[in-house]
């Protein structure tokens, strides 16, 4: 037993033997350094309920009572009835994936700034530009209209980056959802990229079947969502080309689906479609899939979809209808 004593003694993690009446019968020096005393002598379900203090975050982890993160292993003695515990703290490693983490979301906003620097120069410039013609006194009304026309154009696009960024710099905060009726949902959305389809000659079918589904959502952020899945099809497709939405309910899911006819993905593009910063837009910013697919999972929905050089996209989106009282959601 002192051989396996000094076995047990020299393993790096905590080992803890338990007896077939559950009582401790010996502890490495690692597991006493680890749970702040010697178990010798005790109940091991007593020791658990002292020293261990399970969050909502463990999963197959556990927290201990001084902070620590173990994952705990058991296995039974092959020649005796007992138990051998096993914990592994992980507290460093939990540390470090943390502050990579970080790392990688404080690079993510570097490059989101950087980008978003970049997108808004040209339209910021060109904006400026009719602006500056607007100005002119002697300009006649049919230039005068183009020229608000073309401001207000850019002045879209400016927005809709900066909705990007926005909703894409959100990812990891608390979001309080709220129920949402999704017709009244979809008439917002509708409201708002009409103008925009007009602009561009592009016409948008809307369908909807007779269901009215309640979903518990953050609005502002599903909203955006959809309406990036409407512009990228309107951006796809060649003027007089129609798309069509279409919003559907069926077995506790609502689904709203954005088809096109237009220039589809091609295949180097569709292997990094959700990445942030991914474009083959000249004026694009990257984010807007990424923001779609970050929105879409924080509210434990779906994505589906499929497309065709040359012959068009589809997306579809499903959100769980109303079922729980209120939650929070976390984007990322």
């Given at each position: 037993?002192?051989?396996n004593?000094?076995?047990?003694?020299?393993m790096p993690?905590?080992?803890?033997?338990?007896?077939?009446?559950?009582?401790?019968d010996?502890?490495?020096?690692?597991?006493?350094?680890?749970?702040?005393?010697?178990?010798?002598?005790?109940l091991?379900?007593?020791c658990?309920?002292?020293?261990?203090?399970?969050?909502?975050?463990?999963?197959?982890e556990?927290?201990?009572?001084?902070?620590?993160?173990?994952?705990?292993?058991?296995?039974?003695?092959p020649?005796?009835?007992?138990?051998?515990?096993?914990l592994?703290?992980?507290?460093e490693?939990?540390d470090?994936?943390?502050?990579?983490?970080?790392?990688?979301?404080?690079?993510?906003?570097?490059?989101?700034?950087?980008?978003?620097?970049?997108?808004?120069r040209?339209?910021?410039?060109?904006a400026?530009?009719?602006?500056?013609?607007?100005?002119?006194?002697?300009?006649?009304?049919e230039?005068?209209?183009?020229?608000?026309?073309?401001?207000?154009?850019?002045?879209?696009?400016?927005e809709?980056?900066?909705?990007?960024?926005l909703l894409?710099a959100?990812?990891?905060q608390?979001?309080?959802?709220?129920?949402?009726?999704?017709?009244k949902?979809?008439?917002?959305?509708?409201?708002t990229?009409?103008?925009y389809?007009?602009q561009?000659?592009?016409?948008?079918?809307?369908?909807?079947d007779?269901?009215?589904?309640?979903?518990k959502?953050?609005?502002?952020?599903v909203?955006?969502?959809?309406?990036?899945?409407?512009?990228?099809?309107?951006?796809?497709?060649?003027?007089?080309?129609?798309?069509?939405?279409?919003?559907?309910?069926?077995?506790?899911?609502?689904?709203?689906r954005?088809?096109?006819?237009?220039?589809g993905?091609?295949?180097a593009?569709?292997?990094r479609?959700?990445?942030?910063?991914?474009t083959?837009?000249p004026?694009g910013?990257g984010?807007?899939?990424a923001?779609?697919?970050?929105?879409?999972?924080?509210?434990?929905?779906?994505?589906?979809?499929?497309s065709?050089?040359?012959?068009?996209?589809?997306f579809?989106?499903?959100?769980?209808t109303?079922q729980?009282?209120?939650?929070?959601?976390?984007y990322?």
């Amino acid at each position: 037993m002192q051989s396996n004593h000094a076995l047990i003694d020299a393993m790096p993690n905590a080992v803890i033997l338990v007896n077939g009446q559950g009582i401790v019968d010996y502890c490495n020096p690692n597991s006493v350094k680890l749970m702040g005393a010697n178990l010798c002598g005790e109940l091991w379900r007593d020791c658990v309920a002292r020293t261990f203090t399970p969050k909502a975050d463990d999963w197959h982890e556990v927290s201990l009572h001084n902070g620590r993160r173990v994952r705990v292993d058991v296995s039974s003695l092959p020649d005796q009835p007992g138990q051998l515990v096993v914990l592994t703290d992980l507290t460093e490693t939990r540390d470090l994936q943390a502050q990579l983490a970080h790392l990688q979301r404080l690079s993510s906003m570097g490059r989101m700034v950087a980008s978003l620097a970049h997108q808004i120069r040209t339209p910021l410039a060109t904006a400026l530009l009719y602006a500056e013609h607007l100005s002119t006194s002697n300009l006649d009304t049919e230039k005068r209209v183009n020229f608000s026309g073309k401001l207000k154009a850019r002045l879209h696009d400016l927005e809709h980056h900066v909705n990007d960024m926005l909703l894409f710099a959100k990812s990891g905060q608390q979001s309080t959802l709220s129920n949402v009726s999704a017709n009244k949902l979809m008439t917002h959305i509708e409201q708002t990229v009409e103008a925009y389809a007009k602009q561009r000659s592009i016409a948008i079918q809307w369908r909807h079947d007779t269901s009215t589904p309640t979903l518990k959502i953050n609005k502002t952020a599903v909203a955006g969502a959809i309406q990036n899945l409407i512009t990228n099809a309107i951006d796809a497709s060649s003027p007089g080309q129609s798309i069509v939405v279409e919003a559907s309910s069926h077995g506790g899911q609502w689904r709203c689906r954005v088809s096109d006819q237009g220039k589809g993905i091609d295949e180097a593009m569709k292997a990094r479609l959700f990445t942030p910063f991914a474009t083959n837009k000249p004026h694009g910013t990257g984010l807007g899939l990424a923001v779609v697919d970050t929105v879409v999972k924080a509210h434990g929905g779906e994505i589906e979809w499929r497309s065709e050089k040359g012959r068009g996209s589809d997306f579809i989106v499903l959100f769980p209808t109303i079922q729980q009282p209120d939650l929070e959601v976390r984007y990322g």
